[in-house]
Structures are given as structure tokens and as C-alpha cells.
């Protein structure tokens, strides 16, 4: 379970977005920590917006460890990430007319959700993967769907895959990258 100090710093960076048009994504959903503040903020201002939660839900992908930090291959050694996607949904239940959870890599999955038309337009992205491949491509293919307004924030803080992937694409693309905070919840971020 999040802090109340991650759960104020989620909700103040979101609810930046309450006039933004479009669905919310959570890229590296874990337990559905965060899914849960966010879907209960949803939930109670009675929302027509939708969660869209990813994740393996069987930690990371081997293929995308090379460059980890040391963290990181200690989580995926001990498979500290690996979590039942049955466990989440079931935790989740209440907001079952909000979140939709679904399971694979997101170098894929994001793909086949552009594809068949369950992404169009987000006014949050929220990338919690750790990693800086899918942290990149994450960013990268759902960057042209996030409504202008719209923010894409990392939650990891300084170092690692995440923080390096936001950090190359603002650069790439000449964009203006903010730092939320040192504390718990969002670091990084950009608004379109």
C-alpha cells in the first residue's frame, strides 16, 4: 500500500488533467496500488474516463534488463514483481465499470490496443515500469493519443530506466521536462 504522501502527490499531479478529454493509462500496474487512487478518484467525481492498466503481471521481460540498475536486477531475480493478474482484477472489482486491466508486455500489447481501437485519446499517462525499453516505447506510441493538455509522467525518481526514457524523449522532441518532486509518487513529467 501507497503513503498518503504518494497518494497526495498522485492526485495532485492528475487532477491537472479533470479537463483534459480522454482515457488514463497506467504503463506497470504491480499490484494496483496507484490504479486504485486513481480509479477511487474517478469513481467519486463520478468520471467518464477509463483506467487502463498494464502489465506482465509476471515481472520483467528478459529482454528488456540490459542497462538495469542494480535494483532492478535484484527485483527480477527474486521476481519481486511477478503478481497474479487474477490477485489485481479481484482487488479492483469495485471500479470494474472504470479499470481495464490487461496483461502482456507493453511494447506489445500498446500496439495491439492502438490497432484495435481501445486507445484514441488520453489525458494521463502514468509510466511505473522501471525499465527504460518499454519506459521508451511506451512513451513513444502513446505519446500521439495524449490530448493536448495531457501529461505523461514517470514514477520512479533520478536514476534508472524510466527517468532516462522521459529524459531522451523530451530531448528528442524539444520538449519541456518538469520535476514533480523528491518525495513519494510522480518525478518527471510533461505536459502536451
Known amino acids: 500500500m501507497k503513503t498518503e504522501k504518494y497518494k497526495e502527490n498522485v492526485l495532485d499531479l492528475f ?23 486513481i480509479a477511487e478518484y474517478l469513481y467519486k467525481n463520478n468520471s467518464n474516463k477509463h483506467y487502463l492498466g498494464l502489465d506482465t503481471f509476471e515481472g520483467y521481460d528478459d529482454n528488456d534488463m540490459e542497462g538495469a540498475n542494480n535494483a532492478s536486477i535484484q527485483n527480477h531475480l527474486t521476481k519481486r514483481w511477478k503478481i497474479g493478474y487474477d490477485v489485481v482484477k479481484a482487488r479492483l472489482i469495485k471500479y470494474k465499470n472504470i ?90 513529467y510533461i505536459i502536451k
Do not use: M
Not at 138 to 157: A, F, M, N, R, T
Open 15 to 37: 487532477s491537472k488533467t479533470d479537463n483534459i478529454k480522454g482515457d488514463v493509462i497506467e504503463v506497470g500496474t504491480h499490484t494496483g496500488d496507484t490504479t486504485e487512487i
Open 99 to 188: 479499470v481495464r486491466l490487461y496483461k502482456g508486455d507493453c511494447k506489445i500489447t500498446i500496439p495491439d490496443l492502438i490497432k484495435n481501437g481501445t486507445i484514441t485519446q488520453l489525458s494521463f499517462i502514468y509510466v511505473d515500469c522501471n525499465l527504460y525499453q518499454p519506459s521508451l516505447q511506451s512513451i513513444q506510441h502513446l505519446w500521439p493519443y495524449l490530448s493536448k493538455g495531457g501529461i505523461v509522467s514517470i514514477d520512479e525518481h533520478l536514476v534508472g530506466g524510466e527517468t532516462k526514457a522521459i529524459k531522451e524523449f523530451a530531448n528528442t522532441n524539444n520538449l519541456e521536462l518538469k520535476y514533480y518532486s523528491d518525495t513519494a509518487g510522480p518525478s518527471f
